[in-house]
């Protein structure tokens, strides 16, 4: 009882809100505009059901899902390494702030015609525009952190007898984690908005290509169904940085 | 030979717009092994400053400042700084964490480094807070760690900025009280900024009073001849008082008519 209580404390806000959308969505699709190009959410989850279990679905899913992973790791494992040295060195941040303040003006979308000439249509050019996309936001990030700690904490260390490299791993990193998941988080976002672009313009599958075969074909509801497909994985996925960011965050403080 | 001096040291700001502020002009101090030295003065007079390039965090303009008769040249685990606010203290480490950080930075061996942290922990009367994070700690308590935390480091010297000016004084007179017995027992040389007369005189074996600035300077040293513990209602602490109070009363008032 009192579980049920704590739960719907929790969530019930969530799950009201969630039920009325599809509610509303049902009824629009039937009483407001009653069309084929616009179907009703069980006639969705009918269909979706029925891709998941001859495959279809997943297959979309995990190419797509695939290339993000591919490209948001390698872009993060590259973005942090670089904002750490940019805000902790100067030097290394005057040499590479022209790099980062042009190119991240330049959105990955108007990238993808480069990407397919240089990559082709095949993997890597989809990899390249996620990374292209995840880089730069983590290193502008994780370079504020950098500068936002506070000049105690390291001068702290240094009067405990810390050396440079220890300052660097045992003080900045560890106080910069909130800024880093942050900007991983806001370019898992992005990597959303630009894996669905590049896959409409050039791809064999994923979520964005079957966006494209709909509209081809028109098959309204498959359209619907990669489009409920898109939004509930972003969801989860800033979920799950959020619950990491709550949890992080409230101890790896820069501040404090 | 005294532990820390400063030679004729001048310590010059540059403003942003490129102006220059002469904090410190011919300031001149010595230190002795062991001594408990309280630096008094006016708000904005330069204290921070002495005590900022002592601990080699910053440079002076000119002049010499001595440790055991070598220059201070950068930051040193000799020199174990106490902050003001609570912003040096680790958020992502627990307390006895922080205690142990500068014994992890020497590869102090893990067993060894717990006991010493808790043993410093139970100095400052924080038993029993070792799991706590900084953040789950009162304003007296974060102090306390960051004592542990230098004293746990065993430094020559400890350099302490207004460590209890935030505190409240019920919290801080407890404070002051506990550092005079950690003092007493360990010995350790102590530089104490303060601008509280009171606090100056509790604990202090001499009190350098600083002249207003700009070019602040030491303005005269008060010996403290009183052992032990020091009561506020005995007459030798308010002759005391009234010395320390007779100096710096005047560079208050300078500092507050200053026009900046
Ligand atoms: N980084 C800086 N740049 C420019 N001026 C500075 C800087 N740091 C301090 N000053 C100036 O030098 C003077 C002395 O400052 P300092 O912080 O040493 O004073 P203080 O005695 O510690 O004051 P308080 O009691 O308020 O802490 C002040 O007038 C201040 O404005
Ligand atoms: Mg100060």
């Not at chain 2, 040291?9 to 102006?19: D, H, I, N, P």
């Not at chain 2, 220059?20 to 008094?40: K, M, R």
């Not at chain 2, 003092?183 to 102590?190: E, G, K, L, M």
Request: charged content about 20%.
């Amino acid at each position: 009882m009192r579980l049920a209580r704590h739960l719907w404390t929790v969530y019930g806000g969530y799950a009201l809100g969630f039920a009325s959308l599809f509610v509303i969505w049902q009824l629009a699709s039937i009483y407001l505009v009653s069309s084929v190009l616009f179907p009703p959410p069980t006639v969705v989850f009918k269909k979706g059901l029925l891709l998941v279990k001859n495959g279809v679905l997943l297959e979309h899913l995990a190419a797509s899902l695939q290339r993000i992973l591919a490209g948001f790791v390698a872009g993060s494992l590259l973005g942090i390494p670089i904002g750490l040295a940019m805000g902790s060195f100067l030097p290394v941040r005057k040499l590479l702030e022209p790099y980062t303040e042009f190119l991240r003006f330049i959105p990955s979308v108007a990238m993808i015609t480069v990407a397919v000439i240089w990559f082709g249509i095949g993997e890597a050019s989809k990899v390249f525009l996620i990374i292209y996309t995840t880089i730069f936001i983590v290193i502008l990030n994780t370079a504020a952190g950098v500068s936002a700690i506070a000049p105690n904490k390291i001068r702290a260390a240094e009067s405990l007898g810390a050396t440079p490299a220890q300052i660097f791993f045992h003080v900045a990193l560890p106080a910069t984690v909130p800024y880093i998941l942050t900007g991983m988080r806001l370019a898992m976002a992005n990597s959303f908005t630009t894996i669905v672009a590049a896959e409409l313009i050039a791809a064999n599958d994923g979520l964005g290509k079957m966006l494209w075969d709909g509209r081809l074909f028109m098959l309204v509801d498959e359209i619907f169904v990669s489009l409920v497909t898109l939004g509930f994985l972003g969801f989860v996925t800033d979920r799950m940085f959020r619950w990491s960011i709550y949890t992080f965050a409230g101890k790896y403080s820069p501040a404090t | 030979m005294p532990l820390v001096s400063f030679h004729d040291v001048q310590k010059t700001y540059r403003s942003l717009q490129g102006v220059d502020y002469p904090a410190l002009e011919h300031f001149s101090l010595e230190i002795e092994v062991g001594e408990f030295f309280c630096l008094l003065g006016p708000s904005g007079c330069g204290k921070t400053t002495v005590l900022k390039m002592l601990a080699g965090f910053e440079a002076p303009t000119a002049g010499r400042i001595l440790m055991e008769g070598r220059p201070v040249a950068g930051a040193s685990r000799d020199r174990a700084v106490v902050f003001q606010g609570d912003d040096s203290l680790y958020g992502w480490l627990t307390a006895v964490e922080n205690v142990e950080f500068g014994l992890r930075m020497r590869h102090v061996h893990r067993t060894e480094r717990r006991e010493r942290a808790r043993r410093y922990l139970e100095l400052v009367g924080l038993r029993g807070q070792e799991q706590k994070y900084p953040a789950e700690l009162s304003g007296g308590m974060k102090q306390r760690i960051q004592i542990a935390r230098v004293l746990a480091n065993e430094p020559k010297m400890l350099l302490m900025d207004e460590p209890f000016a935030a505190l409240d004084a019920q919290t801080r007179t407890l404070m002051q009280m506990e550092l005079a017995s950690i003092w007493h027992a360990t010995r350790t040389t102590v530089l104490f900024i303060t601008h509280d007369i009171d606090e100056a005189v509790t604990l202090g074996k001499r009190i350098g009073v600083m002249q207003a600035g700009p070019r602040s300077r030491v303005k005269g040293v008060v010996d403290v001849s009183l052992d032990g513990a020091r009561s506020r209602t005995d007459d030798a602490f308010l002759r005391y008082y009234k010395q320390v109070y007779e100096m710096i009363r005047d560079e208050v008032a300078k500092s507050l008519s200053r026009a900046d």
